[in-house]
Each structure stands twice: as structure tokens, then as C-alpha cells.
């Protein structure tokens, strides 16, 4: 059975981690195979991805101890490696990436949730970063992630205590999107990602690429980088379809993402 499943609808392609007896944990075989499965997305048919854990207690409940806790310095440096180019290799993909974190994202399973464009959750997800009650740092990002993502004071307490906290806080915490019982979970997802793939996927494209390297350049440059991006997409045909669209009062459009 695979440790990573992949299921294509329509433009939207859905990854399971599968390995629900260890709470979907990432050991070595788990992460190679999800960077398989990335590195195999046909991204001419597929326009969103929806990531989440096999069964209804866990999203990913960590990186795998077992395999961790024997190593020395250059094995846990060799983990860490592996474990966060492939996290950079989702935050980095072209397409958008949604987290559908159903249960526990602790560790590794935060860190992997928070590589993903959006997140959103159930009503029973718990998050942590526990990694300082074992003796060790968060090892695939979740040091220069979570600070990014909330308030870096907060991150910084949530890092040095090692405490979990539930969906409500997380929302509380803009961590996540939004909350929603188990059972709407992935349709919420679903209706998600369908509505994202509807619209131009190179321009969705081109909007993670602004967002994730104009946080990275000051204002002048970002605006002058957006400019240049916004002026490429009037040479497309989905630019010519999407604006014609509305000219002639279409809902229909048939976006070729080219």
C-alpha cells in the first residue's frame, strides 16, 4: 500500500499521507514518496492541490521518533535536510497547496501544513510544536514559518513550551482559515480548490509566485516585480478570455492556461 496516496478530480488533485496506524507520521519512505508525488503533478491538467492525512484522528502527528531518536548530529542534520527541502519543494510549487488538516498536525504535521498556501482544519485539530519537550528544535521549518505566519512573540512561546493548542486558538492565531466539523471538512476543501481551479490557473500561478517572493524584497521592488508579472499576464490567451468574458457578460470561460 502507498505510504502517499494521489487522487486526481477533474483539476483538483488530492494527496493523502497514508499511514494512519502511525497517525500518518513522517518517516523517510513517507517523504520521499510526497516528493514523488509533486514532482509527478501534470500541472498542464491540474490547477489546485488539496493535502491531507488518511483517517479522522490525524493530519500528520509529527516526524517519525521512532526513526529519530537513535540518530546522532549528522543523521539528525541528514533528516532535517530531507524533511525540509521537501516542505520548501510544496511551498515553492507553482500550484496552490490547501492543508485539509483533520486531527492532530504536531511537529512535522505543522510544519507541513505550514508549506501549504492555506490551511483549514476540523473542529478536533490539535497543533503544537513539541519539539523542546524532546530535547530538540523543529527541524523541516517550523522555527522561521511560524513566526511568518503569526505573531512572533506567540510563535516564540509556542515553540519554547512545547504546549499544543486547538482549532479555535489556531483560528484565533490566523494559523488557520477557518474551522469546520469532520464530516465538512473535505468537501469544504473540495469546493475550495474547484473554485480556485475555476479561475485563470496562470494567473493563480503567478499570484503565489508574488505573494511568497514580494514578502522577501522591499516595497519599491516588490510593486515594480508585480507590475512586470501583471503586464506578462495581457499576453496570455486566459487574459483575452477572462476579460472577454466580462465584456460580453459570459459566466461560461474556458480558460486553456495559456
Do not use: W
Not at 486547538?166 to 466539523?181: C, S
Request: glycine share 10%; charged share 25%.
Amino acid at each position: 500500500m502507498a505510504l502517499v496516496e494521489y487522487k486526481v478530480d477533474g483539476a483538483v488533485g488530492t494527496i493523502t499521507i497514508n499511514r494512519p496506524e502511525a497517525l500518518n507520521a513522517l518517516n523517510s519512505d513517507v517523504l520521499t514518496e510526497l516528493e514523488n508525488v509533486f514532482d509527478n503533478v501534470d500541472q498542464n491538467v491540474i490547477r489546485c492541490l488539496i493535502i491531507t492525512g488518511a483517517g479522522d484522528k490525524s493530519f500528520v502527528a509529527g516526524a517519525d521518533i521512532g526513526e529519530m531518536h537513535n540518530l546522532d548530529g549528522e543523521g539528525g542534520k541528514a533528516f532535517g535536510i530531507k524533511g525540509n527541502a521537501v516542505m520548501r519543494k510544496i511551498e515553492t510549487f507553482p500550484l496552490p497547496v490547501i492543508a485539509a488538516i483533520n486531527g492532530f498536525a504536531l511537529g512535522g504535521g505543522n510544519e507541513l501544513a505550514m508549506s501549504c498556501d492555506i490551511r483549514i482544519c476540523s473542529d478536533n485539530a490539535v497543533f503544537g510544536q513539541p519539539e523542546t519537550a524532546l530535547g530538540v528544535t523543529p527541524g523541516f521549518g517550523g522555527t522561521q514559518r511560524l513566526p511568518r505566519l503569526i505573531n512572533p512573540g506567540m510563535a516564540k512561546q509556542i515553540l519554547y513550551t512545547s504546549k499544543n493548542f486547538k482549532a479555535d486558538e489556531a483560528y484565533r492565531l490566523g494559523l488557520v482559515n477557518a474551522v469546520y466539523t469532520q464530516e465538512e471538512l473535505m468537501p469544504a476543501a473540495e469546493k475550495m480548490a474547484k473554485t480556485i481551479a475555476a479561475c485563470g490557473p496562470i494567473a493563480v500561478r503567478d499570484c503565489k509566485k508574488l505573494v511568497n517572493e514580494g514578502l522577501e524584497k522591499n516595497m519599491d521592488d516588490a510593486i515594480a516585480f508585480e507590475a512586470e508579472i501583471f503586464g506578462s499576464t495581457f499576453d496570455t490567451n486566459d487574459q483575452k478570455e477572462g476579460m472577454g468574458a466580462f465584456v460580453e457578460k459570459r459566466k461560461e470561460k474556458n480558460f486553456t492556461n495559456s
